[in-house]
């Protein structure tokens, strides 16, 4: 595995979307806001983070086959890829809630 490249930070750019803001972050990837400079077009911008090159390789040839895919229940995929050795999505940005709430141990039926 090859060590995470940094997160980009608001304002840089990715694959010629323009990073807003970091929207979550897990184990394996960010979600950012990101726009297309002169377009009113936001998307939900999906990026791998600290796997190997194969890893990115797949992950970037599933997004493709994703982004074919049109379907009410499957949220669309503008662009997929590789850029500066980053595997990314760019998909529809949905409105609604963060989900964290409903998640919570909490809230979550016992296991069987």
Same mark, same amino acid.
């Not at 490249?5 to 323009?18: K, V, Y």
């Not at 939900?44 to 493709?64: I, N, P, V, Y």
């Given at each position: 595995?090859?060590?995470? *490249?940094?997160?980009? &930070?608001?304002?840089?750019? $990715?694959?010629?979307?323009? !990073?807003?803001?970091?929207? +979550?972050? %897990?184990? #394996? ?30 992950? *970037?040839?599933?997004? &493709?086959?994703?982004?074919? $895919?049109?379907?009410?229940? !499957?949220?669309?995929?503008? +662009?997929? %890829?590789? #850029? ?29």
């Amino acid at each position: 595995m090859t060590p995470a *490249a940094p997160l980009p &930070q608001p304002g840089e750019f $990715l694959a010629g979307w323009r !990073i807003e803001r970091l929207l +979550a972050h %897990g184990a #394996a990837s960010a979600l950012y806001l990101a726009s297309v400079p002169g377009s009113p077009q936001r998307v939900a911008l999906k990026l791998l983070t600290g796997l190997d090159a194969g890893a990115r390789a797949r992950f *970037a040839a599933e997004a &493709q086959a994703l982004s074919r $895919l049109r379907h009410p229940a !499957i949220v669309e995929v503008h +662009a997929a %890829g590789l #850029a500066d050795d980053r595997a990314y999505v760019a998909m529809a940005l949905l409105p609604g809630a963060d989900l964290r709430r409903h998640t919570r141990p909490a809230r979550l039926l016992p296991e069987p």
